[in-house]
T-cell receptor
Framework: EAAVTQSPRNKVTVTGGNVTLSCRQT?????MYWYRQDTGHGLRLIHY???????QIGDVPDGYKATRTTQEDFFLLLELASPSQTSLYFC??????????FGAGTRLSVL | DAKTTQPDSMESTEGETVHLPCSHA???????IYWYRQVPLQGPEYVTH???QNTTNSMAFLAIASDRKSSTLILPHVSLRDAAVYHC????????????FGKGAKLTVSP
């Protein structure tokens, strides 16, 4: 079973704060993804990556940066957090068959 | 990724066989049909996928129309644990391209 670990599981910050969400997968998958989920919107893709050093823009990238430091690690950065970024964030990785494996999620609150 | 259409919600009773429809009239020849399901506060879970032939696994049976413009996820003898939001998604194999989720279809299972 593929393993994707997200940290922290819960985070509270203030408007203008700096937040980093971490994701690690230990399955040698090339592709990794960051999604946010909000009531009424389903899952929306923020950024994704093909491999270390690669970054691709998703559907809702504004206000977010991402960095893929290694094959295993993918980070989502909010440098000036806003209340609109309060959400449930999911990281996922996929193998060559494009089956996605998701982490347990990070709940972020921006006050 | 091409667009799919699903009902917003469906209701069932424990023990029934549930048919979840998905329409994908503009599907391309190299696109696979993927199904994921998600329970509240957890990441989506892979259910099954197929290209042209019907497929079956321990979780579900996927019936694909001969023209591939629609598919049906069949859940036999549903239990309360099958209550979830089910997502039908198209994705070209091997591209590693972004995978966008819609709102999916919410399946409610009553005792």
């Amino acid at each position: 079973e593929a393993a994707v670990t997200q940290s922290p599981r819960n985070k509270v910050t203030v408007t203008g704060g700096n937040v980093t969400l971490s994701c690690r997968q230990t399955n040698s998958h090339n592709y990794m993804y960051w999604y946010r989920q909000d009531t009424g919107h389903g899952l929306r893709l923020i950024h994704y990556s093909y491999g270390a050093g690669n970054l691709q823009i998703g559907d809702v990238p504004d206000g977010y940066k991402a960095t893929r430091t290694t094959q295993e690690d993918f980070f989502l950065l909010l440098e000036l957090a806003s209340p609109s970024q309060t959400s449930l964030y999911f990281c996922a990785s996929s193998d060559v068959r494009n089956t996605l494996y998701f982490g347990a999620g990070t709940r972020l609150s921006v006050l | 990724d091409a667009k799919t259409t699903q009902p917003d919600s469906m209701e069932s009773t424990e023990g029934e066989t549930v048919h979840l429809p998905c329409s994908h009239a503009t599907i391309s020849g190299n696109e696979y049909i993927y199904w994921y399901r998600q329970v509240p506060l957890q990441g989506p879970e892979y259910v099954t996928h197929g290209l042209q032939q019907n497929t079956t696994n321990s979780m579900a049976f996927l019936a694909i129309a001969s023209d591939r413009k629609s598919s049906t996820l069949i859940l036999p003898h549903v239990s309360l644990r099958d209550a979830a939001v089910y997502h039908c998604i198209l994705r070209a194999q091997g591209t590693g391209s972004k995978l966008s989720f819609g709102k999916g279809a919410k399946l409610t299972v009553s005792p």
